[in-house]
């Protein structure tokens, strides 16, 4: 996927999630919706840091990069949902072209899907729309299906971790 799906996904992305989260259409929900959209575009684009230096598709896309932004918002209490947009670059980069990640850096070995396109194909924004959608699916059925069959311990966890 190129920089400009990375953007175009985390814009969209965040405006789903801000309707997931906050749904009643008001001014609260663009106020989730601003909230959500500066962190999720951050870290929709700081993978492709290691384009500047390192090995791209290694250096910063693995899950040791992920680990650090998934533990960031508990250990100091910010960069909620930068992990977000980190997440969602790698699921990007995995199904929106042909080429794969080094999931688990420093081993080289690169993992891939048996499909994708080309990010010049005039597919990839298609795919792109796609997957987004597949991605906020999930996001509503973690939100309002998940909690029914969740133990009240661990949506206190879940909550705790998002506060």
């Known amino acids: 996927m190129n920089k400009d799906g990375h953007v175009l996904n985390a814009v969209l992305l965040s405006i ?10 008001d001014f609260s929900t ?15 684009l700081f993978p492709d840091v290691d384009t500047a230096f390192g090995r791209h598709r290694k250096t910063l896309h693995n899950f ?11 250990v ?9 947009g980190v997440l969602t670059h790698y699921v990007l980069d995995l199904l929106g072209s042909k080429r794969g990640l080094a999931l688990l850096y420093p081993y080289d070995e690169e993992f891939s899907v048996p499909f994708g ?11 792109m729309v796609a997957i987004t959608a597949f991605e906020l699916a999930i996001a509503a059925a973690l939100v ?20």
């Open 144 to 163: 309002y299906v998940a909690p029914a069959y969740l133990p009240q311990t661990v949506l206190d966890g879940v909550t705790t971790f998002l506060a």
């Open 16 to 25: 789903g999630l801000g309707y997931v989260l906050e749904p009643a259409g």
């Open 117 to 127: 396109v080309s990010t010049s194909s005039k597919y990839a924004n298609t795919v």
């Open 76 to 84: 100091f209490g910010n960069l909620q949902f930068v992990w977000i």
């Open 30 to 44: 663009f106020r989730t919706i601003a909230e959500v959209l500066i962190p999720v575009t951050l870290g929709a």
């Open 64 to 74: 040791g990069v992920l680990g650090i932004f998934l533990a960031f918002p508990v």
